[in-house]
């Protein structure tokens, strides 16, 4: 399939890119839901009912960012090369929380899940970046009231962020390339089919193991992200076509 240099891609992104950075997954074995009951810190519920076991959670979380026990991995720096190079436009669609797009250079960059480095007023609405421990005796910088503040993350129950931009962007894509997503947590598992159904987008799975939506994905490679992701911009970058091969 000869691919037009000058087409959009978007790249959705799940917690496989950012494992190889040190980042536990949240449903593999061993992962975030094997030693943390979803009930007590994902749902907007459980934030209401214990918010200081929330609020300890995600501080944990959020240090791993902070402290520097975390950095970008080959295929963060992948998609921020492409994203530079590409003549056409780059849209990374992220359902992590992390920041490890952004600090390896990532501008066009839409966190669909939210944010650990943020919170969120839950009286005011009020958004502003958070790099700290989070607790109930916090107090909101516009509202100045206290108690209010909880991780800006979206819960299970909650609607992702930035849809309208997102299947927009899927519209009007020619290339879709989902990275190291388990392809089973809607909406975002059904993008690819979004997008080839209404743009007519050629689909890429990149993942290290077969996900539950490849066959949707006209091409797939099977491998850790920091391989597959490098060898695959620099195909396209060289290329500037998919092979339509199945490894």
């Known amino acids: 399939?000869?691919?037009?240099?000058?087409?959009?891609?978007?790249?959705?992104?799940?917690?496989?890119?950012?494992?190889?950075?040190?980042?536990?997954?949240?449903?593999?074995?061993?992962?975030?839901?094997?030693?943390?009951?979803?009930?007590?810190?994902?749902?907007?519920?459980?934030?209401?009912?214990?918010?200081?076991?929330?609020?300890?959670?995600?501080?944990?979380?959020?240090?791993?960012?902070?402290?520097?026990?975390?950095?970008p991995n080959a295929a963060h720096a992948a998609l921020a090369r492409l994203e530079a190079e590409w003549p056409g436009e780059v849209l990374v669609v992220t359902q992590n929380v992390d920041?490890?797009?952004?600090?390896?250079?990532?501008?066009?960059?839409?966190?669909?899940?939210?944010?650990?480095?943020?919170?969120?007023?839950?009286?005011?609405?009020?958004?502003?970046?958070?790099?700290?421990?989070?607790?109930?005796?916090?107090?909101c910088e516009r509202c100045t009231k206290t108690g209010t503040l909880r991780p800006q993350v979206v819960w299970f129950g909650e609607i992702p962020l930035s849809m309208p931009e997102i299947y927009a962007a899927l519209e009007a894509c020619k290339l879709f390339v989902s990275i190291g997503t388990s392809g089973n947590v809607y909406p975002a598992a059904g993008f690819a089919d979004h997008a080839r159904s209404f743009g007519g987008a050629y689909t890429v799975e990149l993942n290290l193991e077969p996900s539950e939506g490849s066959p949707l994905f006209a091409e797939i490679v099977h491998g850790p992200a920091t391989e597959v992701v490098p060898a695959f911009v620099h195909r396209l970058l060289e290329q500037g076509w998919p092979s339509g091969r199945r490894t």
């Not at 890119?17 to 061993?30: A, M, N, W």
């Not at 005011?124 to 005796?137: A, E, F, K, M, Q």
Request: include cysteine.
């Open 1 to 71: 399939m000869a691919f037009d240099r000058g087409k959009n891609i978007v790249i959705l992104t799940g917690a496989g890119i950012s494992k190889e950075s040190g980042l536990d997954t949240f449903r593999d074995p061993g992962g975030v839901w094997d030693t943390h009951r979803l009930e007590d810190v994902a749902p907007p519920e459980g934030f209401h009912r214990d918010p200081m076991k929330v609020h300890a959670f995600y501080n944990g979380c959020r240090r791993q960012l902070s402290e520097g026990k975390v950095a």
């Open 99 to 139: 920041d490890l797009h952004e600090r390896a250079g990532t501008r066009n960059l839409i966190h669909m899940h939210g944010e650990l480095n943020k919170v969120r007023c839950e009286f005011c609405d009020w958004i502003g970046v958070w790099d700290r421990d989070l607790s109930i005796n916090d107090t």
